[in-house]
């Protein structure tokens, strides 16, 4: 949401009835934080459903792979979320890409129902699409069922999106990985993460 103006024109014109007339319910903003932005989004008189990239438990490993967290970390984030209004029934998703040893562990599943207290959210579980210039891997598909129903006893909605285009490189992410090799961590960089020193890279907005 970095380009807000011109975000929030496409939303007017798709929901203008001389245009497409499309329900606002029907259209998702998705952001990594931009936290200005989510509240002005929020006061739009045709306002979207709201969409965060989220990827992380704590503000360390958040940081390192979304360097935007830095500027605005989770505190401030989640703080934006509660103040989103929603209409009935109406819930914030949080996108949350599954990390082979990064961010899906038990202590995750367990940070997770705790930073979404008091938020009405949903959660999609997003396996990571494979590009052959980045050192992460998709979680397995029993760490993903694990972590999905953790996030289940806490009563919170969670789904497992099936990822499309990775037969031919081009799911989501896999062509942004090929124009930017050289800001993306190495292998190293990877396993000084998993010891516990954190570096940071990784943009999303």
Known sequence: MLNYDHVIKAVRLLCDPPGMGISPRRITVSTAGVVPRIDDLGKEPVRPELAISLSATTNNLRDWLMPLNKRWPLEELLAACRRYPL???ERVTFEYVMLDGVNDGDEDAQRLPRLLRSI????NLIPHNPAPELPF?????ARLLRFQERLRSHS???FIRQPRGQDIDAACGQLAARTSVSSQPSANDHKELTAGRVV???CDD
């Open 200 to 202: 940071g890279y990784l």
């Open 120 to 123: 009405k959210a949903k959660v």
């Open 87 to 89: 209409r009935p029934r």
């Open 137 to 141: 891997r998709s979680s397995s598909q």
């Open 156 to 158: 919170i909605p969670v």
